[in-house]
């Protein structure tokens, strides 16, 4: 009797939101990294652990100084449509990642580069005088500005993967539709279903496709967190990267051991529309940060244990010693700062009787809804009057981008191990030469020149130890400042089947499929 064809082997993961882009210069969220980090490979790729390995580069050398580094390209590293990978696609991508036309929010992530900053700004327009050369088809120099100790880590990052120019100037903005689309990572896109998948196959040309034991990977829509749980316990899903926190004793109790959560690096916050009214006012903003009961959330609110925050770097960063920062007001009794925040909003004409209403708008989702409500309540009773306004994730970051908010959830996680990491987030946005600020990832727009000298300062300072305390001093004057409202450190909240393995918790959350194998 003949036998078919071993079935593909299929990994259904619980992405989250939709993808608002599979362009790698224009999107900016964990759920899109999982797909284009899939399509589209670096330079350094990430192993089991997200540490920095070689990817489309076999091998490198860094210059004495630490600010050239020289890359060999794999012989065999290929485009999805058989075109040979070479050092100008590379080249290409970093000038577009760089163009103020592109408007890529991500760019200063890959700041360390020579000139970048300048032609962001649009003060060099000659794009060959940035420090990314093609020695040869296999050989890419990357000149910086300054050594630059976490900037392999940084290179793992999808600013820094290659594009094809050919691929891009002959579709526009519809070559990441399927069918047009070309990659050099592991898998290929095939189809992408708006509002419920995004399909990707193994493929055939990847350098490293004989390893793969993926054959197929569903990318499914599981923003309602409730649905997504139920068909993972349905088996329609393998992975799910984000569950209901009200469902984790369930999940302990019912599925014990498939429930995985790890502290990461991240922080969960809210950002404050400083460029206008109320919010500019620093008072306001200091009783808006202490009135909130930090304690309450991990453990009460969401139920799976998340540290409260209150400062902007991450436990644990690299190349940044000592504990999270915590300023002098967080070890006060709650009572207490309750009682300072009604007097600074009585100050600026605020009371129970005549509250200062504001909006607060967050990406829909349970654990969000959640935290807004509590935190609602809790400056009820300073003289606040909180309206809610959810959206989808898409819509919702849109807004930020465009300062079309007063107050506004966000989350951020380390794109690479290094305080600068969060830290640049609250730096003063880049002005370009027709004179408008593009703000990037401050969606609070908070901007303090003191703060901004600080972190010019670290970023060119060699000695680690000097470095940390130059951006522990910015942290400080920033949290002082109330630039933002951190309010917990996140944990990581998978879930994974037993049929998955190489599926390692990490402390950057990012999860290759190249390292996973399923088990009927």
Do not use: C
């Not at 903005?173 to 998948?197: A, F, K, M, R």
């Not at 920033?478 to 918790?505: C, L, R």
């Amino acid at each position: 009797m003949m036998v078919g064809a071993a079935s593909a082997v299929t990994l259904n993961l619980g992405n989250g939101g939709e993808p608002g882009s599979l362009d790698p210069h224009k999107v900016s969220g964990d759920w899109e990294n999982r797909i284009v980090g899939e399509y589209l490979e670096g330079l350094v790729a990430e192993d089991i652990h997200a540490d920095p390995i070689p990817g489309q580069a076999e091998s490198w050398t860094i210059s004495d100084d630490g600010t050239v580094y020289t890359f060999k390209l794999r012989a065999d590293a290929k485009w999805s449509d058989g075109v040979d990978v070479t050092a100008q696609n590379f080249v290409d991508a970093f000038q577009r990642l760089f163009d103020p036309a592109t408007a890529a929010e991500y760019a200063y992530l890959q700041f360390p580069i020579k000139n970048s900053t300048k032609i962001a700004a649009g003060e060099i327009t000659d794009f060959s005088q940035l420090g990314v050369k093609a020695i040869d088809d296999k050989t890419l120099e990357i000149t910086l500005e300054a050594s630059t100790p976490y900037f392999l880590q940084a290179l793992t990052h999808y600013t820094a993967y290659p594009i094809r120019k050919d691929i891009i100037e002959k579709f526009g903005d519809q070559w990441t539709q399927p069918g047009n689309i070309v990659g050099n990572g592991p898998y290929n896109i095939t189809e992408w279903v708006p509002g419920s998948y995004v399909k990707a196959v193994k493929s055939d040309t990847y350098y490293g496709a004989a390893d793969l034991k993926i054959d197929e990977i569903m990318f499914e829509n599981t923003q309602d967190l409730t649905a997504a749980l139920n068909r993972y316990r349905a088996g329609e899903l393998d992975i799910l990267t984000d569950f209901p926190s009200d469902q984790y004793q369930l999940l302990k109790d019912q599925y014990p051991g498939q429930a995985r959560v790890e502290p990461f690096l991240g922080v969960y916050y809210y950002v404050m529309n400083q460029s206008k009214p109320p919010l500019d006012n620093v008072n306001i903003r200091k009783a808006l940060s202490i009135s909130v009961l930090r304690d309450v959330i991990g453990p009460d609110v969401l139920g799976t244990g998340e540290l409260p925050a209150y400062g902007w770097v991450p436990p644990g960063t690299g190349n940044y010693d000592g504990a999270a920062y915590a300023p002098a007001w967080s070890t006060e009794p709650y009572e207490q700062r309750v009682e300072e925040a009604k007097a600074l909003m009585a100050e600026a004409g605020y009371t129970p009787e005549n509250p200062l209403k504001l909006q607060l708008r967050y990406n829909t989702n349970d654990n969000h809804q959640r935290i807004a409500v509590a935190i609602s309540d809790m400056w009820k009773q300073i003289g606040v009057e909180v309206e809610l306004f959810n959206a989808e994730t898409a819509v919702h970051y849109d807004a930020l981008n465009a300062g079309d908010f007063q107050i506004g959830r966000a989350g951020w996680l380390l794109d690479y191990n290094d305080a600068s990491n969060t830290l640049d987030l609250l730096k003063t946005g880049v002005t370009g030469t027709d004179g408008t600020v593009n703000w990037g990832n401050n969606y609070g727009r908070y901007s303090n020149p003191k703060y901004d000298e600080l972190m010019t300062q670290a970023s060119s300072e060699l000695d680690l130890v000097k470095r940390a305390g130059l951006m522990h001093q910015a942290e400080a004057l920033a949290m002082d400042d109330f630039a933002a409202i951190p309010i917990y450190w996140y944990v990581s909240k998978n879930v994974v089947s037993p049929k998955i393995t190489g599926f390692e918790a990490n402390a950057k959350d990012i999860n290759r499929v190249r390292w996973m194998t399923k088990s009927e």
